[in-house]
């Protein structure tokens, strides 16, 4: 079931202390342009990364191979289904376009299984 969701994390408790204080991230409008200009990237492209057919994402996202071999030892690891890997790879294609990058390379791949925290823990891997 969870190849399913895009994206498993644990979100951890904030102190109000830190909610109440003036934060050191980015701040909203900086977040909103970046996610203005990923979703521009990617209606140029035809549609957005979310809806692009599970039949087309490795033609249309394609990968470097130093992180094809990064998706390619995470599946054998942990045992990612097809599905999972299709996720995966929509997500570091988005990530990749809020970096205003062509396509997903090491640090998308690897973010991007980073966000699929609950598929380590089922397989018993906890890095």
């Given at each position: 079931?969870?190849?399913?969701?895009?994206?498993?994390?644990?979100?951890?408790?904030?102190?109000?202390?830190?909610?109440?204080?003036?934060?050191?991230?980015?701040?909203?409008?900086?977040?909103?342009?970046?996610v203005r200009t990923?979703?521009?990237?990617?209606?140029?492209?035809?549609?957005?990364?979310?809806?692009?057919?599970?039949?087309?994402?490795?033609?249309?996202?394609?990968?470097?191979?130093?992180?094809?071999?990064?998706?390619?030892?995470?599946?054998?690891?942990?045992?990612?289904?097809?599905?999972?890997?299709?996720?995966?790879?929509?997500?570091?294609?988005?990530?990749?376009?809020?970096?205003?990058?062509?396509?997903?390379?090491?640090?998308?791949?690897?973010?991007?299984?980073?966000?699929?925290?609950?598929?380590?823990?089922?397989?018993?891997?906890?890095?």
């Amino acid at each position: 079931m969870l190849d399913r969701f895009d994206l498993h994390i644990e979100v951890p408790q904030v102190a109000w202390r830190e909610l109440a204080g003036h934060g050191s991230g980015p701040v909203s409008a900086e977040l909103t342009r970046a996610v203005r200009t990923a979703r521009h990237r990617q209606q140029q492209r035809g549609t957005t990364n979310a809806r692009l057919p599970e039949s087309a994402v490795l033609a249309a996202i394609g990968v470097d191979s130093a992180a094809s071999k990064l998706l390619a030892d995470a599946q054998d690891r942990w045992q990612l289904s097809a599905r999972s890997v299709v996720r995966i790879l929509k997500v570091a294609r988005t990530l990749a376009d809020l970096a205003d990058r062509d396509k997903p390379g090491v640090e998308q791949i690897s973010e991007a299984l980073h966000l699929r925290r609950l598929d380590r823990r089922s397989s018993g891997d906890t890095v």
